[in-house]
């Protein structure tokens, strides 16, 4: 973790959550992309090879257009499938930052089996016409590659959820080998086979016109398949889902993380009741509803998963923040120093007032805020109450708007702090 330190700004709590929401938003972009494209060049392959074999043009056919509708453009490819990659990278060396997870290096490490798998995926498809059996075998090997690569990526996340044996990781064996990783590999290959499923329905009869023209018997043959596709690993999905549960580690559970998981288990019915509906009935009308409600499935998994790290990391959370503190007690000091001030600074004073408090205040009429003669009074003789309030102001009176936080440096509330009561102190003279 220390090579990795280097490179990253310890960063405040607000800052983290930011880091984190983005965190949620590459996962969201990445893994419904990823789970279609390798269920999509899995089963692409697959009727390639029998294809070939049998002599069926039926599954030739459907090989290629699976292939050409779920890898149609290799920028698509980089953009959602090699990029969120880094992202995450950097967002879990910001999250684990200083911590002793020394399974953050192989996350990376993942990246070059992953990357070069999308490259021989992405070869199979521009050279299917081809028709040679070199070109079939570099997807299968494209594969594998996608396959073991997301193996070890989804492994060192599902490591990052139980930090008490962080200290006990000592090599590639010991991050790959635990029910918990196991758990979430099969999760994601489950949902992975689901989705291409639900999404052959969706982009082959519910988006554009891609089988006008096509004979019955193909059509009849993706309709049956797709949707039985579909049926099977997501009626499966939900028992790999409380396997993964099951292992997670205590420090990771919730009443939040089982009420996701209870919203999920409602979600996956509901995709599973239309794909029983549109098999039973040898129609696809439902198609869209059926996708978009897993795709909604697909996010609240990556909550569940995001809520069970965030529960196992509370306590390098606060860690962070008493840094964050502490690293922003080392700065700000210097500056005050530089900045001048007091409360006999009446010239900084003056300085702020015409700059700040002058759009919202006169000293003898009311502007935005009261006049200062109806209110400065009361700080007459406690100026330091007069500065807490404007470091950190409460609404007081009703007939007027809150005042905002200025976002002063204590030299210059200070300043205008003295300033303020001197001018009205010569003025009640």
């Known amino acids: 973790m220390q090579s990795f330190d280097q490179f990253i700004l310890l960063s405040t709590p607000a800052h983290l959550s930011l880091v984190k929401t983005l965190l949620i938003i590459m996962f969201l972009l990445h893994l419904p992309y990823i789970g279609i494209f390798i269920g999509s060049s899995f089963f692409s392959t697959w009727f390639n090879i029998s294809g070939r074999r049998k002599k069926n043009l039926l599954h030739s056919t459907f090989a290629r257009d699976l292939i050409d509708t779920f890898a149609f453009n290799k920028s698509i490819g980089i953009i959602l499938g090699v990029l969120p990659l880094l992202v995450i990278a950097l967002i879990y060396s910001q999250i684990l930052y200083q911590g002793n997870a020394i399974t953050l290096p192989y996350l990376v490490y993942s990246f ?14 521009y050279t299917f016409h081809f028709d040679k059996g070199i070109f079939t075998l570099i997807s299968g090997l494209g594969l594998l590659l996608l396959l073991a690569g997301y193996f070890v990526f989804i492994a060192c996340i599902a490591r990052f959820h ?4 962080w200290i006990f990781i000592k090599n590639p064996l010991q991050v790959l080998i635990g029910w918990n990783a196991i758990g979430s590999y099969l999760t994601f290959l489950t949902s992975s086979f689901a989705i291409t499923g639900v999404s052959i329905i969706f982009f082959f009869f519910s988006w554009g016109d891609k089988l006008k023209g096509v004979k019955s018997d193909y059509i009849e043959f993706v309709k049956k398949f797709g ?5 099977i690993f997501t009626i499966l999905l939900p028992l790999f889902v ?15 993380l089982i009420i996701i998981s209870i919203i999920l288990m409602i979600l996956l019915a509901l995709v599973t009741n239309l794909l029983s509906k549109m098999l039973q009935q ?15 499935a697909f996010f609240v998994m990556i909550l569940n998963s995001d809520t069970a790290r965030e529960n196992s990391l509370k306590e390098h959370t606060k860690f962070l923040a008493l840094e964050s503190e502490a690293m922003l007690a080392k700065l700000i000091p210097p500056r005050e120093i530089e900045a001048g001030g007091g409360i006999t600074d009446y010239a900084k004073g003056e300085s702020v007032y015409k700059r700040v408090c002058s759009t919202c205040h006169r000293f003898d009429q009311r502007v935005v805020g009261p006049a200062y003669v109806t209110v400065l009074p009361k700080y007459e003789n406690d100026i330091q109450k007069l500065i807490t309030f404007v470091s950190n102001p409460q609404k007081v009176n009703p007939d007027y708007p809150p005042m905002p936080n200025l976002g002063l440096k204590i030299s210059e509330v200070e300043a205008v702090a003295g300033y303020l009561l001197k001018i009205y102190q010569e003025e009640d003279k």
């Open 242 to 256: 409380v396997f993964y549960l099951i292992n997670l580690p205590d420090i990771a559970f919730s009443n939040i």
């Open 112 to 125: 070059l089996p992953i990357v070069l798998g999308l490259i021989f995926v992405y070869i199979y498809k």
């Open 162 to 165: 139980d930090p008490e044996k």
């Open 282 to 296: 040898s129609q696809t009308k439902f198609g869209t509803h059926a996708f978009v409600l897993f795709i909604v």
């Open 227 to 231: 949707l039985i596709i579909g049926l």
